[in-house]
């Protein structure tokens, strides 16, 4: 938000406050849902993917996200945002019991890869 934020649609959310009103939004009820916000015609919902951090912080580190044509998937968005916010937090659960998992805070945080378990 530093260097501003980039209008790819007439519905892209390039004010800061409102932006940061989206994010409030996202951390109350654990998804989002954009309607024409990166691309005309494409709407979609997403929900966070969570990783430990240093002191306990969780970071965001993906999403689970499903997108489709406006016309056909707006209507279903908030029928979807259920299916897709457990989706992420099964994924987040497997993420944190996988063994090697790492984070390394800081201003660009980097994410160790997994190592698999012989299991």
Known sequence: MRHGLVRQTPHTVVHPAKFEAQLDLVRRQG???STEETEVGL???AAPVFL???DDNRVAVAAVSVAGP???IA???KHLAPR???GARTL???LATRRGEQIV???ESVVTPLRRSRA
């Open 31 to 33: 998804f989002i849902m």
């Open 43 to 45: 709407s979609s919902v």
């Open 52 to 54: 430990d951090g240093a």
């Open 70 to 72: 406006t016309q056909r």
């Open 75 to 77: 209507p279903m968005l």
């Open 84 to 86: 897709v916010v457990e």
């Open 92 to 94: 987040t659960k497997q």
């Open 105 to 107: 805070a800081g201003p």
